[in-house]
């Protein structure tokens, strides 16, 4: 007969729960943040080089990529644990409303000429509030501090206006960065280690 170390078995069910508490899928924090800071730090590069009007709409590549991506991301997930919690589900619809506003409200600025005025700051602080939220929902301290730094720079690259416009790209590069990819590998790392 087997002798079960009380210990063990919490600290094996937490890790599970922990790991149920995930928003249909880990990989989606590295997948944005990826994309975000990839498409935006090309866009930054080219406009500060090239200085074309179409170097504005660069950012839209990662949203032409990063939806159809996502979508098989979380149907993937969803066919293989078939459940998701109410924390999961409440993260996941903060972020999907996250991306559509971005993504709607860059378009609408970008179209009214306002982009290099408003949308890149509120993305970046959208991002940080996002995360932010989801590590208090996880308990998940790197979120935390990654979502309060990328809303802080968000807030921070609204003075950059003017000449200084263009800087607001790179700042959401940091941004994202900051708040989902390295929060991202972490929390990734400790679902792969069942903490």
């Given at each position: 007969?087997?002798?079960?170390?009380?210990?063990?078995?919490?600290?094996?069910?937490?890790?599970?729960v922990d790991m149920d508490k995930v928003p249909t899928g880990e990989n989606l924090f590295l997948l944005w943040g990826?994309?975000?800071s990839t498409f935006f730090l090309i866009q930054f590069i080219l406009w500060?080089?090239?200085?074309?009007?179409?170097c504005m709409w660069i950012w839209s590549g990662a949203v032409v990529i990063g939806w159809p991506?996502?979508?098989?991301?979380?149907?993937?997930?969803?066919?293989?644990?078939h459940r998701r919690?109410?924390?999961?589900k409440i993260i996941l619809?903060?972020?999907?409303?996250?991306?559509?506003?971005?993504?709607?409200g860059g378009f609408v600025f970008g179209l009214a000429n306002l982009f290099e005025f408003f949308a890149i700051p509120l993305m970046s602080l959208l991002i940080g509030i996002g995360a932010f939220v989801t590590?208090?929902?996880n308990r998940f301290r790197?979120?935390?501090?990654?979502?309060?730094?990328?809303?802080?720079?968000?807030?921070g690259s609204f003075i950059l206006q003017e000449d200084l416009w263009a800087w607001q790209m790179l700042a959401l590069s940091v941004v994202s960065i900051v708040s989902l990819v390295i929060p991202g590998l972490l929390y990734k790392n400790r679902i792969k280690n069942g903490v």
């Open positions: 007969m087997e002798q079960f170390d009380a210990l063990e078995v919490i600290a094996r069910t937490r890790g599970k990826i994309l975000t500060m080089v090239l200085r074309q009007p179409w991506w996502m979508i098989v991301l979380l149907r993937r997930d969803h066919n293989r644990t919690t109410h924390e999961a619809d903060f972020w999907i409303f996250v991306g559509a506003a971005c993504a709607v590590g208090e929902v790197p979120k935390i501090i990654g979502g309060i730094s990328g809303a802080a720079i968000g807030i």
